[in-house]
């Protein structure tokens, strides 16, 4: 099995900053995709930014500029670095990755249980 487990979310102010992480652990032969997606309440979840499988990078229109995100293959962990924060990023933000836990495996999505991130005056 894969675990995801994410960290880092919390209470911050308009205009702070906040990093979260993603740490993946069990059995992993590769990761083929990694991204992180939110959930604000009301709404359906979008993908905030991610790496595909080829290897670039894709971010949401509204996160561009002010989101980056960054992985430590050694570590299998993946990041989110949230500058400029506004109170609509207000979300619960989800770590996904395409897994493939073995070179025999086909490849699955694993989620993490997501952090919740507030930006509030």
């Known amino acids: 099995q894969v675990q995801l487990v994410e960290s880092g979310g919390g209470l911050v102010q308009p205009g702070g900053s906040l990093r979260l992480s993603c740490a993946a652990s069990?059995?992993?032969?590769?990761?083929?995709?990694e991204g992180w997606y939110r959930q604000a309440p009301g709404k359906e979840r979008e993908l905030v930014a991610g790496?595909?499988?080829?290897?670039?990078?894709n971010y949401a229109d509204s996160v561009k500029g002010r989101f980056t995100i960054s992985r430590d293959n050694a570590k299998n962990t993946v990041y989110l670095q949230m500058n400029s924060l506004k109170p609509e990023d207000t979300a619960v933000y989800y770590c996904?990755?395409?897994?493939?836990?073995?070179?025999?495996?086909?490849?699955?999505?694993?989620w993490g249980q997501g952090t919740r991130v507030t930006v509030s005056s």
């Open positions: 069990g059995s992993i032969f590769s990761i083929n995709a």
């Open positions: 996904n990755a395409r897994v493939r836990r073995s070179i025999r495996s086909p490849p699955n999505d694993y």
């Open positions: 790496f595909t499988s080829g290897g670039s990078t």
